[in-house]
């Protein structure tokens, strides 16, 4: 009789599972949006949670279903959770900009109290990151980026004498992408939390060894994430912090010895750093600043980490694309080179902030590589108010997902004929003049633009000039190319790493 009721008890709950992980699979359907048709637990797509397929290509599959259909949207399901996919760039422009203010947030979760770095600009939502934006925009000016710009170079002098000594152990060969992690970590390290984080000088560098961490995911914590993502309810009980212990610890524990050096020593670098503390130090005084506007000066230390998190390993990223591309061109990297020592013959020999502002070529090629190769392959936005959809009838209720299909529209051969094709020409001014602007996001666009875009130019072009106007780039045996993604990162990343051979011009 016990083993009946047990065995009842188990059909009850599994029935009771099954209904809730099916009962949102009529939510395209109601809505007359075409849909890829979901399996339960998993969605549309089990390979979104196995991460077995880089998520932009996937995202590609959804968009080239609904292209093929004339569709504007597809519904997809990750897990029970129903997810609208764009397929229009008027859709994406009218989303991103006209309506923002039904698609404020990314959805992206944050517990202020248990974890603060977590409350931070790109995860936070509403009012709370409309203010915080306000207050942080002025960071990132380009008369600010031109006062930090010393910071960036010293790093690029650190990043030249890593590569002279690098190049000479293995005959030239060097893996670029943790190269330029280090000399990232060094740039960021530097500009936000105001320390020498020593990557490029020492193998063993606590920065560096934090900022792998960071982004590496045990098989548990991913399975917990695959269960918090059907279940988003059990994210508040589960033991599944967003960063790891060890890792907000140093990064809180650094941020704040150096606020507290800074305020003690009445240090002034003009960095990231020194502006965060001004944030800080306006609210203190009853101005107009942090505090009256409602910003918790605890949040702090969750921006310095924002722009550490969010600018080494996408800046590192296409840089190192950058070079793997330009190996494989020879053409294009001859005439980049002959734009590098055009420009800093006329800046006498040195790597100015103007100098790289006069270096378009560079530009159109780092453009192309972040066509082909974007930071982020799908951009996450949640709806903040139920919302009838652009260009059609359908109405979401506020929760719903949405994922910009940054990849896929990258990829698609009406704005990109021959997409797997590096060329940088598709950047002059007159080509990009010749399709829609929301043709292209590797920054995200709309009042939720990547802030930090002025200074990943600054640091992606101090990289590529000093290794340019050094060394001659090619491919030896250990690249891989066309470049592959790496699956289970969530910002793009090289699989396999950058490996090139720097010879001496
Ligand atoms: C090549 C380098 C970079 C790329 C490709 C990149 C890309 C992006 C993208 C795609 C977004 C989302 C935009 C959207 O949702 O519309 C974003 C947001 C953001 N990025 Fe970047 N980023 C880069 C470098 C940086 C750097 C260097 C920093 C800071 C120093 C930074 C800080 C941020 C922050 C704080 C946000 C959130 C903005 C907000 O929600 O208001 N990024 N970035």
Redo the contacts with the bound molecule.
Sequence with gaps: MAAFEVLAALVAVSAVIYYYLTSTADFWAKRGIPFIAPSPFFGSSKDFFFNKVFRGEIGRSFYNYAKEGGHKYVGVFLGRRPVLIPCDVDVVKTM?VKDFHYVTD?GMFYDRKREPLSAN??NLGGSE?KTL?AKLSPTFTTGKMKNMFYLVSECARGLEHFLEEEASKQRGSVEMNEALAKYSTDV?GSC?FGIEANSLKDPDAEFRTMGREVFTISRGRAFLQVIAESLPMLRRVLPLPLIKRNVSSFFTRTFNENVQYREQQKVVRHDFLDLLLQLKHSGADGSAGADSTGIDVDILPAQAF??FL??FE??SG?TSACLMNLAQHQDVQDRLREEVDRVLAKHGGVMSYEALQEMKYMEQCLEET?RMF???GL?PRVVTRDYQLPDCKATVPAGTRILIPVYAIHHDPEFYPEPSRFDPDRFTEDAKSSRPHYAYL?????P??????R??WM??KSALTVVLRSYKVTPNEHTVYPLKFDTKSFVSKIDGGAHVTLTRR
Aim: with cysteine.
């Design positions: 991103l990314r600009l790109f990151w934006r960021i936000a924002i722009f969010a600018g996408t800046s296409a972040m974007p930071a982020l951009l590797p920054f995200g666009e709309g939720r633009i990547c802030i930090g875009m200074f990943a640091q992606m």
